[in-house]
């Protein structure tokens, strides 16, 4: 078996994985880093985030201001130490980022152009028109080219963390184009793999985003934190998912409903004109009542609202948000100068993810996590807009940073042949897999995965629908271990990838739904019909599903309160 080793192995190539091998090579001049992805790098999903980036910019903006709009959003849920650490390095981060080459749009004065989004109080999200994410990707790439040390591992998918006394030194990964599998050795190990809207059947998600990175950590034993909140983003283009930025809204986009109106006004956020940015858990939800008291459209995929930016005019469209103007009249045939856009809630971002410190590193010494994959936690039970970017950028490199400190600091390599063993004992596994001729299908499982998602922890969630999601999963579980292989070939074998992927899923729909039952209250994303109300006094702390053989261990830790009291959530 080929074995490859770097100081830092990196896993994920998207905005937190650049982020941190870019830093990890400022940190220190020796340090080699390989990086691992199942993606060419400018494929990842990073790419598709359209509406911006936030950052405190302006006068009328400071620090304790986007501090509580982030800890509002989040209902409380998020660590406050990990917030403040957020909010001041983020303008550090997008300034260091200009210095590199993203071109941010700009005012007419030359300064760095702001728009609001949901949730934030003033205008402080840097854009780059509304193709932020492409942007941001394309200049950390171009960065990170710079560094001969960085040396990519493109289109391997890794299937497995390698352990040894309990600590983390490398990963099995196979190389897509050979199906051959190598071991990967390392003194420090970062997960960057994003999220796992995947599992949801109606998502903004592009399709690779199964949640690989979280059920690798999770079975080496790092517990996955927060996992119940799952953010609906109430502007989806009906069928196929894809998402209308809420810079639509920020520029001034109306939400309106069958009737014609202006629906979010009646929700009373307390935002005046500016009733649609109210926070996305919120706005989701308002659109589940119209539809619920009939006011919404038909059609047939559900039923839908409108966003319209027909006030906006062509002009400031063009200027302000050309992609929104691409994707509607490519992908519903409307266009959004003339006529008002179809919109529903779908699945965008997962709130939770793998427990980490500020610094990303995880509970397992020599692993570390950073980006969607990661939960710190800044966004606690609903994330604001905007925050994910950065959040990719400052954690993304403290873990780069962290993991050059951690292998400076004498991590050893560990037994080599024992690691070895290990990684065969993985590529004996996926052989057996390709081989399999089990009666299941890997699409239908996928399906009803999806659909009992849906069903169990939707917008509005109780008891009986979650419980019956949580049986669901175990069976589907039972069921994937019985999948039948028909693709027996090495060479791009798409088959075995979703395959993987797809066990991958089951593992965190099952962390999900397992901890959405459990919380007996209802706090940012997570609503509960039979619990409607927030409950400080028995669910203020973060629920942290482990693995054990026996089934998963639900456990909760404390929520890190520092200057910022609990409230009442209002707008
Ligand atoms: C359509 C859309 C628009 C968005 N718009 C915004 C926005 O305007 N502002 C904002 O703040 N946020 C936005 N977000 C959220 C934000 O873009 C993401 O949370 C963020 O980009 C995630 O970055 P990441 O680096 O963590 O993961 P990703 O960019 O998803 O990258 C994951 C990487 O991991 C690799 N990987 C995964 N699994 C494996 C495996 N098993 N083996 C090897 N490699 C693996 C992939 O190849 C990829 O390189 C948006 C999200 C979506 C879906």
Redesign the pocket.
């Known amino acids: 078996m080929e074995v490859i080793r770097h100081d830092v192995i990196l896993?994920?190539?998207?905005?937190?994985?650049l982020r941190a091998a870019i830093a990890a090579c400022e940190a220190s001049p020796g340090i080699s880093v390989g990086m691992?992805?199942?993606?060419y790098?400018m494929r990842?999903?990073?790419v598709?985030?359209?509406?911006?980036?936030a950052g405190v910019a302006r006068d009328d903006d400071n620090m304790d201001l986007h501090i509580k709009d982030t800890l509002k959003g989040s209902d409380f849920l998020a660590d406050q130490d990990a917030v403040e650490t957020f909010v001041e390095a983020a303008p550090r981060e997008l300034t260091q980022l200009e210095h590199w080459g993203c071109p941010w749009s700009r005012e007419p004065d030359g300064r760095v152009a702001v728009r609001f989004f949901g949730g934030m109080s003033v205008k402080r999200t840097w854009y780059a028109t509304d193709k932020?994410?492409f942007h941001m990707l394309h200049t950390l790439f171009q960065t990170s080219l710079k560094y001969d040390r960085i040396v990519r591992y493109d289109e391997?998918?890794?299937t497995r963390l390698l352990m040894q006394d309990g600590v983390c030194r490398g990963i099995a990964?196979f190389d897509m184009r050979t199906g051959e599998v190598k071991c990967f050795l390392g003194k420090a190990v970062i997960m960057?793999?994003?999220?796992g809207g995947r599992i949801f059947p109606f998502t903004?998600?592009a399709a690779?985003?199964t949640g690989?990175?979280m059920a690798l950590a999770y079975r080496a034993g790092v517990g996955l934190k927060d996992m119940e909140f799952v953010q609906y983003h109430p502007t989806g283009l009906p069928g196929t998912g894809i998402?209308i930025?809420e810079a639509a809204r920020g520029e001034g986009g109306h939400l309106k409903n069958r009737l014609g109106e202006r629906f979010t006004v009646q929700y009373d956020y307390g935002l005046g004109d500016k009733a649609e940015l109210g926070p996305r858990d919120m706005v989701s939800r308002a659109e589940m009542q119209e539809f619920e008291a009939g006011r919404g459209f038909e059609g047939p995929y559900g039923n839908y609202v409108h966003l319209d930016l027909r006030h906006l005019g062509e002009e400031n469209i063009d200027k302000k948000i050309p992609f929104v103007r691409e994707l509607a009249r490519n992908y519903v045939g409307i266009d959004p100068v003339f006529e008002p856009i179809p919109v529903r809630p779908v699945v965008?971002?997962m709130m939770g993810g793998i427990d980490t410190d500020l610094d990303g590193a995880t509970p397992v010494p020599g692993l570390y996590a950073a980006?969607?994959?990661a939960c710190v936690s800044i966004n606690g039970a609903n994330r604001l807009?905007?925050?994910?970017?950065p959040e990719?950028l400052v954690f993304g490199k403290r873990a780069g940073d962290h993991a050059v400190q951690y292998v400076a600091g004498g991590a050893s390599e560990g037994s080599e042949a024992e690691l070895v063993d290990q990684a065969r004992g993985e590529a004996s596994r996926l052989e057996a897999l390709r081989n399999k001729k089990g009666g299941e299908r890997i699409a239908q499982i996928r399906r009803e995965l999806n659909s009992t998602m849906e069903q169990g922890c939707g917008v509005y969630r109780e008891e009986a629908s979650m419980a019956a999601t949580v049986d669901s999963v175990r069976q589907l579980k039972g069921r994937y271990a019985d999948i039948g292989i028909t693709d027996t070939s090495q060479i791009f074998n798409t088959e075995i990838v979703q395959a993987i992927e797809l066990g991958n899923m089951i593992d965190i729909a099952e962390a999900v739904v397992m901890a959405a039952l459990d919380r007996k209250e209802s706090r940012g994303a997570h609503t509960r019909r039979d619990y409607p109300t927030r409950n400080d006094a028995d669910w203020l702390k973060h629920s942290v599903v482990t693995f054990s053989a026996d089934g998963p261990r639900l456990e909760y830790k404390p929520v890190t309160i520092t200057r910022w009291q609990p409230e009442e959530r209002k707008y």
Do not use: I, R
């Not at 896993?11 to 994985?17: M, N, R, T």
């Open positions: 896993v994920g190539g998207g905005g937190a994985g691992v992805s199942k993606l790098p990842s999903h990073t598709s985030a359209e509406g911006g980036a932020t994410g391997y998918f890794a990964a960057a793999t994003g999220g903004t998600n690779v985003k690989d990175g998402l930025t965008h971002y980006g969607e994959t807009g905007s925050n994910s970017l990719c």
